[in-house]
């Protein structure tokens, strides 16, 4: 996200010996409120000095309220004391970098200022030039360099932090985070973050001035955690902006369309459809309304729409959406979007078993990719999948090896979107049965991922395929280090309760047991339960088998009175299918008795039913 924009300073002016806080009145939150864009309208001036006569401040009581004593309009000036008359070369320079409107002119005055002014002097300028850097995608070390002068001369030890401090703070974090350095960016934006709700709390100043700074930083905040891998944080911030626009926007205004659906986004990114749902139906309501149903955010909502049925197992609502969204880009002539939902459009109607309608669309869709497209790339993958499930395998590799070729050549200009279609590659070929193929493959993905922190997520979700791999095809030694890795990467990007982690538990759990550690099998097994029981449910057939799981690890360590306990609740579980579990119900049975035996000390010739371990759910 670009930084503040240059409006939230209005009427600044320099002081003699430090910076004097600004009267800002922030009137409105602009159009632009992506996570890539301005929060702030960049519409108004900035002023750093009183064009006609200095200000005067109440000394008494300035510090105790700094937003609100600072008057730049009087009618008679006091006259000044011969000590302090204002150097007129200061107000030139003043008046130039005003005016000023090209970055070379700003950066050209700024510097002829650090020869006349004092440093402390410096602060509202170097705010300015920092935020008009940012906004233009400048350098981030130089949008620093400035960032950290305004916050020196802004952040004075033993005074209150006023709303200045904050902005500081917020630009010092943007920077880092074009920097890559999301740690250090994520310190200062949580300082800015405390500052202002301190601020609002304490009618320290206005809360219309708080508030569009406070949602600069929370869409921030979000981008840093997002970046870090900490993706359940990032939502609950993107919440909290979404709860200051709805503050200061009307309830159907477009800016509250876009942020209902950045925040869908965000939900799909965490594979949470349903929480996604209602914020994606309402951007469609908004945007429909205000902007009918032709319009290109209409199309958005809509292709955003068919993700979530999709992932909702809804396919044919899904389908219906994409045949909306497909009209409006047809009408806009928006090519590229086009072709996107006509590969989406052939996956569904894959998803729904309809593979011949989906190759008829995708060879279609291929004839109008460039040769080395990574558009076309991602029709192979799709074609590929269609003629798997028609058992086509000779024809499906054919088609992967041709994707493969196109995204070899990408992987430098697109790594985080071949790392995607790699991992997509590699599911085809697991699918039949090439596990060899497809554990190299993600191991290509990862190596990518690994120079990218921002794709931590990513990064966890490939290792627990490979680890569930390397543990299916009997490599149990080698599956262990990349499930115990991806069981960190998910617990830091997801949440230590997503349900993805609880399989990557459960499958760690599998391989301790087979390497002969049945105390730190049932540890792994006892946690994937309790995420399981949370997230999916106890009575989910993956809950059921960890739990089953638990009992046999207990087994395994000889407490059979513990393994007799959880499998008691394994039968509870599937008493609760009723008669579409009854192979299930019959098999749990016999191993409860099996169990209950061995606990009073009898012998058995029965072994206990092998553990299931679990691949992570497919996205």
């Known amino acids: 996200m670009k930084s503040l924009s240059l409006s939230l300073i209005r009427r600044l002016h320099f002081h003699k010996l430090k910076p004097i806080p600004p009267l800002t ?13 301005s929060l702030l309208s960049s519409t108004r001036e900035i002023s750093t000095f009183s064009r006609t006569h200095p200000p005067i401040v ?10 609100r004593n600072l008057n730049t309009h009087v009618e008679e000036p006091p006259e000044t004391p011969s000590g302090e008359v204002i150097d007129q070369e200061k107000l030139d320079l003043e008046e130039a970098f005003e005016s000023a409107t090209s970055t070379d002119e700003m950066v050209r005055l700024f510097k002829q200022m650090e020869l006349s002014f004092e440093g402390n002097e410096l602060g509202l300028s170097a705010l300015k030039l920092g935020l008009h850097l940012d906004r233009e995608g400048d350098d981030p070390e130089k949008v620093l360099s400035y960032a950290d002068k305004a916050l020196r001369s802004f952040d004075v030890v033993g005074e209150k932090p006023t709303l200045l401090v904050a902005m500081a703070l917020q630009l010092m974090g943007s920077a880092n985070y074009g920097l890559k350095r999301f740690s250090d960016g994520l310190g200062y934006l949580n300082r800015a973050n405390r500052i202002l709700v301190k601020l609002e709390e304490d009618g320290d100043c206005v809360v219309e001035d708080v508030r569009p700074v406070l949602h600069a930083v929370q869409l921030e905040l979000a981008n840093v955690k997002n970046a870090m891998g900490r993706r359940e944080e990032a939502i609950e911030n993107l919440k909290k902006s979404l709860e200051i626009k709805e503050m200061t926007f009307e309830e159907g205004s477009k800016e509250m369309g876009v942020g209902n659906r950045s925040l869908a986004d965000a939900y799909v990114a965490v594979l949470n459809f349903n929480e996604a749902l209602p914020y994606a139906l309402k951007a469609l309501e908004i945007h429909k309304k205000e902007l009918g149903n032709n319009s290109a955010e209409v199309a958005q909502d809509r292709r955003l729409l068919g993700v979530i049925y999709s992932g909702l197992e809804q ?7 994409n045949r909306l969204s497909q009209r409006v880009l047809k009408n806009w002539g928006m090519k590229v979007e086009l072709i996107r939902a006509e590969v989406d459009a052939a996956n569904m109607k894959v998803a729904l078993g309809k593979y011949d309608e989906a190759i008829d669309v995708l060879k279609s869709v291929v004839q109008q990719t460039d040769k080395d497209s990574e558009m076309r790339a991602m029709v192979f993958i799709s074609m590929s999948k269609a003629l798997v499930n028609q058992q086509k395998f000779a024809d499906s590799k054919k088609c992967l090896e041709l994707a493969c070729e196109i995204l070899e050549k990408k992987e430098t200009s697109s790594p985080v979107e071949v790392a995607e279609a790699y991992s997509e590659v590699a599911m085809q070929y697991e699918s039949m049965n090439e596990f060899e193929i497809a554990i190299s493959l993600l191991q290509k993905t990862l190596s990518i991922l690994e120079r990218l922190p921002q794709e931590q997520h990513s990064e966890g979700s490939v290792s627990a395929r490979i680890g569930w791999l390397l543990l299916f095809s009997g490599r149990v030694s080698q599956a262990v280090p990349y499930l115990e890795s991806a069981a960190e990467r998910l617990k830091e990007s997801f949440g230590a309760k997503h349900f993805g982690v609880g399989y990557v538990y459960n499958n760690l759990g599998a391989a301790y047991l087979e390497l002969g550690r049945p105390q730190s099998a049932a540890q792994m097994f006892a946690v994937a339960k309790d995420i399981m029981d949370v997230s999916l449910g106890p009575n989910h057939v993956d809950s059921i088998d960890a739990c089953q799981n638990l009992s046999k690890a207990y087994a395994g360590m000889g407490n059979y009175s513990l393994a007799v306990e959880f499998q008691q609740q394994v039968i509870k579980a599937w008493d609760n299918h009723g008669d579409s579990a009854k192979d299930e119900m019959k098999e749990a ?11 009073r000390g009898g012998v058995s010739t029965d072994k206990l039913l092998p553990t299931k371990a679990l691949p992570l759910p497919k996205k």
Do not use: G, M, Y
């Open 25 to 37: 009145r922030l009137n409105s939150i602009s159009d632009a409120v992506s996570s890539s864009s």
């Open 58 to 67: 109440n000394n008494t009581h300035f510090w105790e309220n700094p937003c």
């Open 315 to 321: 396919h044919d609502k899904a389908l219906e959406q």
């Open 589 to 599: 049975k016999r191993l409860f008795e099996e169990l209950r035996l061995k606990a």
